[in-house]
């Protein structure tokens, strides 16, 4: 805690500490990075980068790394494909997966990658539709300007073109993003888990680390492997201790530029809730995971995003806890609305939309939970229950004008949705049905049980004699099921009978009442407010400052370097000898036979992963690290523990990247994969 | 929130509420309770009153409500008892359990009973031992004093006699009192749980409520019901809406006297940490619950101290995170503040004792997670463990002078320990391992791999592996085999090949390390400076304010009265009929088929359940609600929602016990299980 008081001053005085920041592609700190490392990017290299990088739909990077679609990312932002192409009996989680040949390559269910081509900023335009609007009418106003501008920029190729509105600044800026979509993706290799994710949890956020957690995937495009003109080189010695070293990825949220009444209703309510319930979830998986090793398989996928977040969330947590935060937080805010009030003309504009803020979280506290349980799904927690309600709300959708439907039925997106709801990823019921259940007695636990909607959804039954009546009564896990209802539209999930579409439609209006209440009385009384204090802010320091993340591509930029822990320096990388070192021979120490059986074969002193200052967060899992040339030098597969405070501010002397090195990449290829022709794709030879 | 800052000006400028406080009784506020009731009880009075109550040494209230002997308590207080008599194909817990005749009445295997005899103040000669001590020194004085007291209190009638120092006050006052024992308790009647704990977790800390949540014991001597010269008439009518009632019971802990820095470390940490653990084991146990209805069974009774703990904790911690609550804490500590400052003697006296509590608060902090998982058990999550190390400790601590051994190995208390040790209680070594393998997880998780003494205590060992090893190999399931530790002592323990014995002993100079760095830098330095803070509360206010709760006997008092929630006005009692609207068939609203065949010879129409405005905490658990003639009109066995926050201050408005009226006590016993002569030895019949 001391440490991070002394950072609170150095911070203060020097609004961007070196290696701070997650920048946008058209706003680099070119300046400061010449002054720190005499390097500054020109426009071809920018351009090369961008259309080098690349981002997984479902919340990861990557990066391309052949001009034949090659696609590296991490192991975990794969496994769910991995485990959707095994079956009992044949794990590819456990055992890995390699296609010797593009023949052997497997297409994942329901992978999507983005390719940035173009950023436009149409601030102006929805400044103009919103203009004067409050509540309702500015949401609904703002929505449809967002759905129109996005249809417009897609045009008539959907199938392979994506614009997503990008709001910046929280809001102070509206950037309209367009990517290629490449939605034929297939699995070229996976190492076995206990080889990506080698010291599991307990080693997650931690350092130092052993992890050859990879995943290469390849772009298709009309069923052939994709031909790209950008892709990155790679260079097997990796990068030196101090080297300037860059990160590009889609980092998937921070909140630092939040009010401090936002942030202690953080504290106080939301962050708490997800915990408690993610952590009696991950008890109730663990135990089922224990039944049998089948059990297990089904249940890993989840676990192993609930383990995950826990701990992220956790750290976030511990941040908010610490007084110095909001100390910092506090004086951080007094300062921009000191600046406000000297003058005059600028806080007649800006008003006070600090109190509005504060008064639009009050509001939400009354009916928050009420609102994540039924609207947000925490009360239905099941694959079916999302693909009942996608299905059934994409009937009604669609029969409205693009700009009056929910956001998530816009045509600009329908490609993406049509490609998850009808994914063939196997579901196990029995699996699903212990979540559903579980999660209908949270719901009751918490709206408690003379609450009008909990006696609407269970009625007489117990949470487990609806969970399981609605599961094995549905058809939705059959996929040509699941057509039948998306290409019947309206008139089709009306008329349904299946158990789980009733109990949707049953509760839409009341679930549809919710969302419109917090989409007027709160986020569109916060995003209004917040358009202000960016206004604020940019008439204060200008716009050389970088927005939240927001799973938008960024840059960032630091150095190979270990920290300081306590007292203790921890150096920057490790070798592969130390992996068998740690080895228990018992999960999640335990090491894959073929590690085991090529031991021998590998260069010990290699290094394995290292660390650097890079600032990133949740989104950047398969994020390149390049070089000043463009060279990949490293592959992120995680922050170290100081780094999940970065959701609300960066500290550089404690806040590290984690990424897999180069040389063992490419040794693991070769030496016990058995996978040379890949390695030689890679590395360009 | 807006009702809590209201009463936060009230309370401010009202220091003791109407009805608020848990008064000792050689302390009773008589001259608030004639202003506001007009009845002030006499010595006679309170005589019979205490030794009409009784304590549950394992954590809960009962009364004495015939001269054989019999003790009225709440299922939820003999349902681990109901449990231990139970085994597969005989579960009294689901079935529920009467005896006819004294010889059907069957010993719980690990209860003791407390009746307070006798309060002595030994404030003087305790601070007499500590005077001029700090730190080590302070806390092995004290603790040796603390310890002869006690020794000389009971003299050589340790089985039938028991006696506690009670630090009040936060350590003010020591005061010493003196029990008569009873370890020979007999279960005679439980009804089911589903009838006990109708609504279940759900409806627990809520109202409306319709539970017969009741048990009843009897206390045996020599062999024989246990003759009585105090116990408390019954009256079946029960007490009007606004009728004074009083609660004479046992509330476990409260923390309205903690300093702020105090307060924001439970918030902070703490509270956070303990609700996130039983979370997790919550979800854990639930599924383990779901293999079968014999696990269902082994993990009722800890599943229920979870469950209800978790609610506990968690309106604990909303009354934490509420802004109001700590501006109304801080302004009672800055205007104690302001006292000292003013009164330079004072001054002098007691130094800045809240800078002190602080920096302890700070120090603990930084072992505060190793201290709790290896010396609090935390990692260690099995009865055999606290077995294991309750032998193992036993064994080098007897041979030690009284006055230097560790607290809960003293002379005083070794019968409930011996009783504790030697229980016949069955113990299921699957149940255990999942348990332990889990909580060794937790170990891991927290402290991280690379700490020594997760490395100590794993080696190479998997979690499960661990667990299994112990547990499969540990002959302590077997009561004649800790029966043969316990008699053979530290040579016994010392030579023991026992694998769980072995793994206590492995880690008990850490453990013990531990707890000496806790009681010297945390505990001693908290507990002198509270000593200073009572000192400046006592200047200020006198002693006409009551101490926080310390499991020892209080009267709190109040009236019959309903309360408004949110504008909704909540009536203050329920009656039988409403508990059958509200079955639905399913769990937990499923009636027994006893109170089903029965429905039609049962009156409606007589209250069940009600509300009053006394103030009460865990602990209080089976205490009767008395008239001002001392006869039971209720039985408490819950607080409402609002009640949780009652561990850091007390709001009249909202604030309520609950508990089960006599009428329907009696009618259930009557009419649903054809208890008639239980019924009529309870009404003197």
Redesign the interface.
């Known amino acids: 805690?001391r440490v991070l008081a002394v950072a609170v001053l150095a911070v203060l005085t020097a609004p961007a500490m070196a290696a701070e920041g997650m920048w946008t592609l058209d706003n680099l700190p070119k300046q400061a990075m010449q002054a720190e490392f005499g390097f500054s990017p020109d426009q071809a290299w920018v351009d090369k980068v961008m259309k080098s990088s690349v981002r997984l739909a479902g919340g990861c990077s990557g990066s391309f790394i052949s001009p034949e679609g090659l696609v590296m990312t991490n192991h975990h932002c794969v496994v769910d494909c991995v485990a959707q192409l095994s079956s009992e009996g044949s794990d590819f989680v456990k055992n890995g997966f390699i296609a010797r040949e593009h023949g052997d390559e497997l297409k994942c269910p329901d992978m999507e990658l983005n390719r940035l081509e173009q950023i436009a900023d149409v601030t102006d335009q929805v400044r103009a539709a919103t203009d004067g609007l409050n509540g309702d009418a500015y949401s609904k106003a703002k929505k449809a300007v967002q759905s129109r501008l996005e249809a417009d920029c897609v045009g008539d190729d959907s199938q392979a073109t994506r614009c997503d509105i990008v709001e910046l600044y929280q809001g102070g800026k509206q950037h309209l993003y367009r990517y290629t979509r490449f939605q034929d993706v297939r699995l070229v290799f996976a190492p076995e888990v206990a080889a990506a994710f080698f010291?599991g949890?307990?080693?997650n956020f931690?350092f130092p680390r052993f992890n050859l957690d990879m995943g290469i995937l390849r772009a298709y495009v009309d069923g052939k492997p994709a031909k790209l003109d950008n892709w990155f080189g790679f260079k097997q010695a990796g990068a030196a201790e101090g080297e300037l070293v860059m990160i590009t990825g889609h980092p998937g949220s921070t909140q630092r530029l939040l009010t401090v009444a936002q942030l202690?209703a953080l504290?106080?309510?939301g962050l708490?809730d997800r915990?408690?319930y993610i952590?009696?979830?991950?008890?109730?998986?663990?135990?089922?995971g224990?039944?049998g090793e089948e059990q297990a398989r089904q249940a890993q996928p989840d676990l192993f995003g609930i383990e995950n977040g826990f701990k992220a969330l956790?750290g976030r947590?511990d941040t908010l806890?610490?007084?110095a935060f909001f100390v910092r937080k506090q004086a951080e805010e007094d300062a921009l609305r000191a600046f406000v009030a000297a003058d005059p003309g600028l806080a007649e504009n800006v008003g006070d939309p600090w109190a509005a803020i504060a008064s639009a979280e009050?509001t939400f506290?009354e009916f928050a939970d009420a609102y994540l349980l039924i609207e947000g799904g925490r009360g239905f927690a099941t694959e079916y229950f999302g693909i009942a309600r996608g299905l059934y709300r994409a009937g009604a959708e669609r029969e409205l004008p693009n700009e009056k439907r929910l956001r998530e039925f816009t045509e600009a997106g329908l490609p993406r949705l049509e490609q998850t709801l009808l994914s063939d990823a196997p579901l196990y019921p029995d699996y699903e049905k212990?979540k559903l259940a579980?999660s209908l007695?949270k719901l009751?636990?918490t709206l408690?049980?003379d609450h009008p909607l909990v006696k609407r959804i269970l009625?007489?039954?117990?949470p487990q004699?609806l969970a399981a009546r609605v599961i094995d009564g549905t058809r939705l896990g059959d996929v040509d099921a699941r057509k039948a209802l998306w290409l019947g539209g309206a008139k089709a999930v009306a008329a349904s009978d299946d158990p789980m579409i009733a109990l949707v439609r049953d509760i839409d209006a009341a679930a549809r009442e919710l969302r419109l209440r917090y989409e007027t009385e709160v986020e569109a009384v916060e995003q209004k407010n917040a358009e202000r204090i960016a206004q604020a802010r940019f008439a204060k320091d200008g716009t050389g400052v970088y927005p939240d993340a927001t799973f938008t591509l960024r840059l960032s930029y630091g150095a190979v370097q270990g920290w300081n822990e306590k007292g203790t320096d921890i150096p920057a990388m490790t070798h592969i000898a130390g992996m068998f070192e740690r080895a228990?021979?018992?999960?999640p120490?335990k090491l894959p036979d073929s590690w085991l059986q090529h031991q021998a074969d590998l260069d010990g002193s290699l290094p394995m992963n290292f660390v650097s200052t890079n600032d990133i967060i949740g989104g950047n899992s398969g994020s390149p690290v390049i070089n000043a040339k463009a060279e990949v030098v490293g592959l992120v597969f995680d922050g170290n523990i100081h780094s999940l405070g970065g959701a609300y501010w960066y500290d550089g002397r404690l806040n590290r990247a984690v990424a897999v090195h180069p040389a063992t990449i490419i040794q693991a290829l070769r030496k016990i994969y058995g996978a040379g022709a890949l390695a030689d794709e890679m590395t360009g030879q």
């Open positions: 805690m010291g949890d307990p080693d931690n202690k504290r106080d309510g708490t915990l408690l952590a009696e979830l991950r008890g109730l998986l663990t135990q089922y224990a039944l956790r947590l806890n610490d007084d009050a506290d212990v579980w007695t009751r636990e408690g049980t009625g007489k039954e117990s004699q228990t021979g018992a999960d120490y």
